[in-house]
C-alpha cells in the first residue's frame, strides 16, 4: 500500500482565538509567499505558481498556510505515480493547494484546539492535539512552525494534505490517469460517461488509456459526445482482468462485450491494426494501465456493412453492386452479403471504383458488371478474400514460405512486404479498416484468379 494523507472528519468543534492586531508578531513585513519562498518551501511555491494562487495568497488575507515540506511533495508524487509537480492536472492541484489555506484568521500554535476547520478548497480539515504535537489530518506540524507574515501565518506539515474528491483515486487503476495531466480528457470522459464509479469499484481491471492528444487525434470531442456513446467508447478500453504486457492475447473480450485485437510485432504492438500501445505496465492498485495514441471506436458492422457505409463516399458502389449481384442472381453459398456477414472473421482486399472501370475496359465484351458471367464474378470476389482477420502489422506472419496465403476462392495471393503490393503489380493503397467480423484493406486493381 502507498502511504498517503487521508481525511478523517469528526464532528468536533474548533475554537480559534484571533490574534491581537497590535502582536509584534504580525509586523512582518514580507507576505506568506515571500515567506513560502525565502523558508525553502519550493516545491509549494512551484505548485502556487503553477495554478496561479501567487496573487490570492499575496492578499490582505488573513490566512493561515499548512505548508508541506518539498519531502512531503516529493512523497505526494510518489504515492500517484508522477514524475512532477507539473504533470498533476491544474484543477487537482488548485483543489490540494486550497485545501492547506484555513481563510480569514491568522492562528499560531498555541491558539489551535482540536476539532474541524473549513478550507479555502470548501471541505474540513481535521485537527488534533495532543502531548506529541499537532496534527492536520494525519500530518504532523513540524518545525518551523508560527512563521509570521504580513498577512497570515504559516506551520509547516511533513505530508500533503488532500481532499476526499481526490484521494478516492488513489491507488486505484485511474490513478496513473487521475493525477496526470496529459489524460484529463479521459477522466473527463469518464466523469460525463458516469463511468469512474465502476472503474474504482472494480478490481483487476486493464485499461488501454488514450491520451489528449489521442482524441485530439481521433476527432472524439467529449463536450460534443453523448454521455451513452462515451461509454460504450470507454468500456472498450477496458479488460476485466488485469493483463500485463507480457500476456496481452491475440484478442480479448472487453467491458462493452466487444473484442480488440493485438498484433504484437517487432514494429511495435498494436490493437485493431493501427492504435499503438506507447507505454506499457503502469501498475495500480489491483489494476494495470497500458498507454495508447489513439481512441478505439468500436465497430459493430460486419465487413459488408462498412462497405457499404463507405460506398456512400462513392468509393466502394462497384464492389457493393458485385456482392449484391451475387445475392440476386446466386443460390445460397454463392450469395457473398450472407457469408461476408457471418461470424468469419475475413480479411477482404476492396478493389475501389476504378479499380473495377479498370477490369471492365480489359475485356470489350463487358460493359457493366452484369456482363461479367456471374461465376466468373463469384470467383473473383472470392480470390480478395481471406479467411481470417490480418492486419497489416500481421501479414509477415500470415505468409507462408512462397510469400504467400490463400483465399477463399482456393488460390494463393502473393504478396512483396516492401512495397506492400499484392501479385507484383497491384497496390495496398489504404489499411485496417476494422469490422467486427474482419478487416478490410483497399487496393488499386481487382485480382484476378
Known amino acids: 500500500m502507498k502511504n498517503f494523507t487521508f481525511l478523517f472528519l469528526f464532528l468536533v468543534p474548533l475554537f480559534f482565538i484571533s490574534c491581537d492586531d497590535d502582536d509584534d508578531t504580525n509586523e512582518s513585513t514580507q507576505d506568506i509567499v515571500e515567506l513560502a519562498q525565502a523558508n525553502g518551501f519550493t516545491s509549494?511555491?512551484?505548485?502556487?505558481?503553477?495554478?496561479?494562487?501567487?496573487?490570492?495568497?499575496?492578499?490582505?488575507?488573513?490566512?493561515?498556510?499548512?505548508?508541506?515540506?518539498?519531502?512531503?511533495?516529493?512523497?505526494l508524487l510518489e504515492a500517484v505515480g508522477q514524475t512532477s509537480i507539473e504533470d498533476v492536472p491544474d484543477d487537482v492541484l488548485t483543489d490540494i493547494l486550497l485545501y492547506h489555506v484555513v481563510a480569514g484568521s491568522s492562528i499560531s500554535s498555541t491558539e489551535i484546539s482540536a476539532g474541524t476547520a473549513e478550507t479555502a478548497e470548501g471541505s474540513d480539515i481535521t485537527i488534533a492535539v495532543g502531548t506529541d504535537g499537532i496534527t492536520i489530518n494525519s500530518a504532523n506540524v513540524v518545525e518551523p512552525f508560527d512563521v509570521v507574515a504580513s498577512n497570515g501565518i504559516i506551520h509547516t506539515i511533513d505530508a500533503v494534505l488532500v481532499p476526499d474528491s481526490h484521494v478516492q483515486f488513489v491507488n486505484t487503476v485511474l490513478e496513473p490517469a487521475y493525477f496526470n495531466k496529459s489524460f484529463s480528457t479521459l477522466i473527463e470522459a469518464a466523469i460525463k460517461a458516469d463511468a469512474v464509479g465502476t472503474l474504482l469499484n472494480t478490481a483487476n481491471l486493464t485499461i488501454f488509456a488514450p491520451t489528449n492528444d489521442a482524441?485530439?487525434?481521433?476527432?472524439v470531442v467529449v463536450a460534443d459526445t453523448d454521455a451513452a456513446d462515451l461509454l460504450d467508447v470507454l468500456t472498450y478500453h477496458v479488460i476485466t482482468s488485469k493483463v500485463l504486457s507480457a500476456d496481452i492475447p491475440a484478442s480479448a473480450a472487453t467491458l462493452n462485450g466487444e473484442n480488440i485485437y493485438f498484433s504484437l510485432v517487432d514494429a511495435g504492438n498494436f490493437i485493431n491494426g493501427d492504435i499503438e500501445i506507447s507505454n506499457v505496465d503502469i501498475e495500480s492498485g489491483s489494476g494495470v494501465v497500458h498507454v495508447i495514441d489513439k481512441v478505439l471506436i468500436p465497430e459493430e458492422g460486419t465487413v459488408v456493412d462498412v462497405a457499404v457505409a463507405l460506398s456512400e463516399d462513392g468509393e466502394f458502389t462497384s464492389l457493393v453492386a458485385a456482392l449484391t449481384r451475387t445475392a440476386d442472381e446466386g443460390t445460397a453459398d454463392q450469395n457473398l452479403i450472407t457469408v461476408l456477414s457471418g461470424d468469419g472473421?475475413?480479411?477482404?482486399?476492396?478493389?475501389?471504383?476504378?479499380?473495377?472501370?479498370?477490369?471492365?475496359?480489359?475485356?470489350?465484351d463487358w460493359t457493366t458488371l452484369s456482363d461479367i458471367p456471374l461465376e466468373t464474378l463469384i470467383a473473383v470476389l472470392q480470390y480478395h478474400v481471406v479467411s481470417g482477420r490480418v492486419y497489416d502489422k500481421d501479414l509477415a506472419g500470415a505468409l507462408d514460405a512462397n510469400n504467400g496465403v490463400t483465399t477463399v476462392e482456393?488460390?494463393?495471393?502473393?504478396?512483396?512486404?516492401?512495397?506492400?503490393?499484392?501479385?507484383?503489380d497491384v497496390n495496398i493503397?489504404?489499411?485496417?479498416?476494422?469490422?467486427?467480423?474482419?478487416?478490410?484493406?483497399?487496393?488499386d486493381a481487382v485480382l484476378v484468379p
Open 410 to 424: 482456393g488460390s494463393d495471393l502473393t504478396f512483396n512486404l516492401t512495397d506492400l503490393t499484392i501479385n507484383t
Open 429 to 443: 493503397s489504404a489499411v485496417n479498416t476494422h469490422a467486427a467480423n474482419g478487416v478490410i484493406h483497399v487496393i
Open 215 to 219: 482524441f485530439t487525434a481521433s476527432g
Open 44 to 75: 509549494l511555491a512551484t505548485a502556487l505558481t503553477q495554478v496561479d494562487l501567487i496573487s490570492t495568497l499575496q492578499s490582505d488575507g488573513p490566512f493561515t498556510v499548512f505548508a508541506p515540506t518539498n519531502e512531503a511533495f516529493a512523497d
Open 345 to 364: 472473421p475475413f480479411t477482404v482486399f476492396a478493389p475501389t471504383d476504378a479499380a473495377f472501370t479498370a477490369l471492365l475496359d480489359s475485356n470489350d
